[in-house]
């Protein structure tokens, strides 16, 4: 029976995530979800959109309780984690945390809930991700649209962020709005928390404390997500070799690492793109 279970496995993530061979995807965590609502301790408000009926590709938007239609906010562009196959931008993890954030720092949030793999490979999460970023912009000039933006968004001060795979995320964001261009909006600052980057050579602790193991299994679970990546210096994977970088616009960099996280030499790697101009 083991033997017959472990031959209907295609993929094994644990704790995270199983996929059978005939397609079923089992996800361990990062299930949850939490209502928009009217925060009862912070008056801080949220709901959701959809961006694109055709794909689903939605967000969850926030506004802090107090609002001036003539003092226009920050806006705050955010890529939830979970390796690109867990978590939402409706679970209680990313709702609590942004909620409370807003109401700290008195900004607009929008939370993008992209598409994920497995069932929607890279660079899927990515292509919503770039509609969702066109769509913020897009209220800067267009009539209509999502009132919270119109109304209570400065555009000049937009900044993006994410943590683990919404890292990634916005990082390659940045870089694509510096490449492609975005009309109406300038990007004043980006902050990656703990975010998911690789790359073929060692770096840091994986050198010097054989920290093979973790890199192992970043690798092979960026190839889960990304089969037809052309592997671990991938520039969407490894920012270090991606000869794109000199075209990000954004000015400020915050890179935030976890002690104990396996990818933190690869937050602190980051560092090296300041040579890159």
Known sequence: MASSTAEEIAHDFPPFIRVHRDGRVERFMGNDVVPPSINPDTGVQSKDVVIDPETGLSARLYIPKTLNPHHKLPLLVYFHGGGFCLETAFSPTYHNYLNSLVAEVNIVVVSVDYRRAPEHLLPIPYEDSW????????????????VWLKEYVDFDRVFFAGDSAGGNIAHNMAIRVGSDGLDGVKLVGMVLIHP??????????????????????????????????????????????????????????????????????????????????
Request: net charge negative.
């Open 131 to 146: 509609a969702a970023v066109k769509w913020v912009a897009s209220h800067s000039t267009a009539n209509g649209g999502e």
């Open 196 to 277: 998911y980057f690789g790359g073929k050579d060692l770096v840091g602790s994986e050198v010097a404390d054989g920290n093979i193991n973790g890199k192992a299994v970043a690798d092979k679970f960026w190839l889960f997500v990304y089969p037809s990546s052309s592997g671990s210096d991938d520039p969407l994977f490894n920012p270090v070799v991606d000869p794109k970088f000199s075209s990000m616009v954004c000015d400020k960099v915050l890179v935030c690492v976890a002690e104990k996280d396996f990818l933190k030499d690869r937050g602190w790697y980051y560092k090296e793109l300041e040579k890159s101009g």
